[in-house]
């Protein structure tokens, strides 16, 4: 499974966008890009994920590069809520569970957005 | 929807006791797993399950056991309590087609064993 490599800390101002990176170099053609966050003491809550091309939802928008090496997921507006531990994963479908089991998730980024 | 449910939210448990996690979702997910969390570390498989009737080792397996008798419930059972096992414990479950959205993960359990 690719590993993934995050800063681990950034800080954002309250209504500007956050722009967090990742690198994910040694990612295969069939591991889809998946983002997750995780507030204070809750469960980490999926925000989006995708494979070659870019997506938007409610939530953030996913930039992936062509060459798939990196990915920047995007806030466009941060909000105080959004202040929380951003994971960036490298996954297979989970069709392909099996080999999910040494998935490692890593430490995330810290995101603080400030007033 | 419910989501994913995880019973209960904190337990305490003396070395050497035995209890079960209990884990349920409601979104008709073949796949459903647990996750451990310590401070400084990311998120590290336990058990998964493809389906009912199905279940295979994670990263971390040792002193965990698990069964899926039904596609809604996903137990995790300790044995044999150790210190080692105080940890933050996480449910998740998920489709498996291709490309399908994420996990959904429970509210977790903090397990301190003393």
């Known amino acids: 499974d690719a590993k993934t490599t995050q800063p681990p800390s950034m800080d954002c101002a309250e209504g500007r966008a956050a722009n967090l990176p990742c690198n994910h170099s040694?990612?295969?053609?069939?591991?889809?890009v998946y983002w997750y966050r995780q507030i204070h003491s809750q469960g980490p809550q999926y925000i989006i994920h995708?494979?070659?091309?870019?997506e938007t939802n409610e939530m953030a928008s996913l930039i992936i590069t062509e060459d798939r090496k990196s990915s920047t997921l995007i806030l466009p507006h941060a909000t105080l809520r959004d202040t929380a531990v951003y994971y960036c994963?490298?996954?297979?479908?989970?069709?392909?569970?099996?080999?999910?089991?040494?998935?490692?998730w890593g430490l995330g980024t810290s995101l603080a957005v400030n007033p | 929807n419910a989501g994913v449910t995880q019973t209960p939210k904190f337990q305490v448990l003396k070395t050497g006791q035995s209890m079960t996690l209990q884990c349920a979702q409601d979104m008709n997910h073949e796949y459903m797993s647990w996750y451990r969390q310590d401070p400084g570390m990311g998120l590290r498989l336990i058990h998964y399950?493809?389906?009912?009737?199905?279940?295979d080792q994670g990263e971390v397996p040792n002193g965990y056991n698990v069964s899926r008798s039904t596609t809604e419930d996903f137990p995790l059972r300790l044995l044999s309590a150790a210190p080692s096992q105080t940890s933050v414990y996480f449910c998740?479950?998920?489709?498996?087609?291709?490309?399908?959205?994420?996990?959904?993960f429970g509210s977790g359990t903090r397990l301190t064993v003393v």
């Open positions: 040694t990612i295969s053609g069939n591991e889809y």
């Open positions: 994963i490298a996954l297979m479908s989970p069709r392909n569970a099996g080999n999910n089991r040494k998935l490692i």
């Open positions: 998740a479950s998920s489709y498996r087609r291709q490309g399908s959205a994420g996990y959904t």
């Open positions: 995708g494979l070659k091309n870019n």
């Open positions: 399950s493809v389906g009912a009737g199905i279940t």
